[in-house]
């Protein structure tokens, strides 16, 4: 399969994705400020993970253009990732409805961490695909970033439970962590065209 269309596809799934998170926003009930006031924690989590779901489509566009081919155990990591990003509208929902309630907050962590998993199982089946040489390989290093943002995320699951406003500050770190532009992959694919 042509990596062209696995990206289309991944593409199109993102798109329903955040198009679902944003039709479970609800009109305000009235038209007073305390009615939209009510909906900022839903708007929040909305937020949070609308950047979340595009830090995975902009990474996930950077990993295949570093992908020589695609194999069956791509397609199958690709979906695994594609599942539980699919969770997010669910999580989200249920958490910006309960703000500061410790399952929620958990079940939002378990997803993230979970969507880390299956974009680490991702990348190491392009790796394998692609050999020991692969561009993915040495672009990512350490990938001190991945491993950081898994600690996080496992802290923020366990706090959730102690003190859940905490565990909403470390989602919210995250999401900065990975804002800051990763030009790993770009650089390696342009040292290689030189």
Do not use: C
Request: charged share 15%.
């Amino acid at each position: 399969m042509p990596k062209g269309r696995l990206e289309a596809f991944t593409d199109g799934v993102m798109a329903i994705i955040i198009t679902i998170m944003v039709l479970e926003l609800k009109v305000p009930e009235g038209f007073e400020l305390d009615s939209l006031l009510a909906l900022v924690p839903k708007l929040l989590i909305y937020l949070l993970s609308f950047v979340f779901v595009g830090i995975y489509w902009m990474n996930h566009h950077h990993t295949l253009h570093a992908t020589k081919k695609v194999t069956g155990g791509i397609l199958w990591a690709n979906l695994s990732l594609l599942f539980w990003l699919s969770l997010f509208p669910f999580v989200a929902g249920w958490m910006g409805e309960n703000l500061y309630r410790p399952l929620p907050s958990a079940a939002y962590g378990v997803i993230l961490f979970m969507a880390g998993i299956s974009y680490l199982v991702l990348q190491r089946s392009i790796i394998a695909a692609d050999g020991e040489n692969s561009a993915l390989k040495k672009a990512i290093g350490n990938d001190w970033k991945g491993k950081v943002t898994s600690g996080l995320i496992v802290l923020a699951v366990i706090s959730s439970f102690f003190l859940t406003y905490l565990s909403l500050i470390i989602y919210i770190l995250i999401t900065i962590i990975w804002m800051v532009p990763d030009k790993r992959i770009e650089k390696t694919l342009s040292a290689g065209d030189e």
